[in-house]
């Protein structure tokens, strides 16, 4: 999304170099038999891909978020190939678009594979909804003269107005509006719709199978992002999720987590909202955040940089809007 891709790319300014090769997606890992992991990316002067999630079945690939950029989805394309099997089934978590601009790619590949998500996308896509508003930023950003825009950012902003140019492709082919257990593709699969916590309704979903959760952004590292969230009720979500008899928990951004891994994030995302709703000083906030979290950045610099920089970011946006997204549907 432009405004989170803004937000990295203000972060991520003091190391951002133009790239002199193609980046790659990091190569696919087996999370458990059947499951398959192409983790997202979140390179310097670049918006975010989330991670995406592949479930075998037996009439093909179940895709769980297809990210931002071309290199994501061509490694989810060049592992349908390897495999021999075609994508017989889309999942979109949430419409930001760092989990669901390659949709569009993986549908002209496999147009029989339908898109399962809410109908959340259709309030943004509305005039003045969310993904308009920022369209029309970038369009006037990119039309100015003037405007002091990286090479980076000039390519970032690009691939968000191609995205936009065919949005169709973000709108679900089968509405899921209902928790319920379905067979996709021939797989079961437990899917769980939240009530407006990061967007006004996400997906997440429970293997049985193998007790696994994908989460999407209900759990991101190294913050959580709160552009379209509404906080109390994200905390609510995160509190069902623990409810579920899951073994590991694959979140948005970050690597997959134990169940005590997730409840050590869940009770520093409850520690920061109550912070924020204080009167402590953002700063206060950020660092007792990147506390909380620290056994998740302990090997990344850049993870330990940028935790406290946005988390004192959301501060500030979160207090000036009540405590919420002014996007929030509740």
Aim: proline share 7%.
């Amino acid at each position: 999304m432009f405004a989170a891709l803004t937000l990295a790319a203000a972060l991520a300014a003091a190391d951002q170099a133009a790239p002199d090769v193609r980046p790659e997606a990091p190569p696919p890992r087996e999370i458990a038999s059947g499951v398959t992991l192409i983790p997202g990316g979140f390179l310097p002067g670049r918006g975010p891909d989330g991670n995406t999630v592949i479930f075998d079945a037996p009439d093909g690939l179940v895709v769980v978020d297809t990210g931002r950029h071309a290199w994501h989805s061509d490694a989810i394309l060049a592992l349908a190939r390897q495999r021999g099997r075609p994508i017989a089934a889309i999942l979109n978590t949430h419409w930001h678009l760092d989990h669901a601009s390659g949709n569009g790619r993986l549908k002209t590949a496999f147009p029989n594979a339908p898109l399962y998500a809410t109908n959340a996308v259709d309030r943004v896509l509305a005039p003045g909804g969310f993904l308009i508003r920022n369209l029309d930023g970038a369009n006037a950003a990119l039309s100015d003269p003037h405007a002091q825009i990286g090479l980076l950012q000039r390519e970032e902003m690009q691939i968000f107005i191609d995205t936009m140019a065919e949005s169709s492709a973000l709108r679900p082919d089968i509405v899921i509006d209902r928790s319920q257990r379905l067979r996709i593709a021939g797989r079961r699969l437990d899917l769980r719709v939240t009530d407006a916590a990061v967007t006004e309704a996400d997906l997440w979903l429970y293997d049985r199978r193998t007790r696994i959760a994908v989460l999407g952004d209900l759990v991101t590292l190294p913050a959580p992002f709160f552009e379209t969230a509404c906080p109390d009720h994200w905390r609510a979500a995160l509190d069902e999720v623990w409810s579920t008899d899951f073994r590991i928990a694959i979140p948005g951004h970050g690597e997959p987590m134990t169940r005590a891994q997730f409840n050590t994030w869940r009770t520093a995302y409850a520690a920061f909202i109550a912070c924020v709703a204080s009167d402590a000083e953002p700063s206060a906030c950020a660092s007792a955040w990147s506390a909380g979290i620290a056994e998740f950045t302990a090997a990344d610099p850049r993870a330990q940089r940028m935790a406290p920089q946005m988390a004192e970011y959301y501060v500030g946006f979160l207090r000036q809007n009540g405590g919420r997204s002014p996007d929030c549907a509740r």
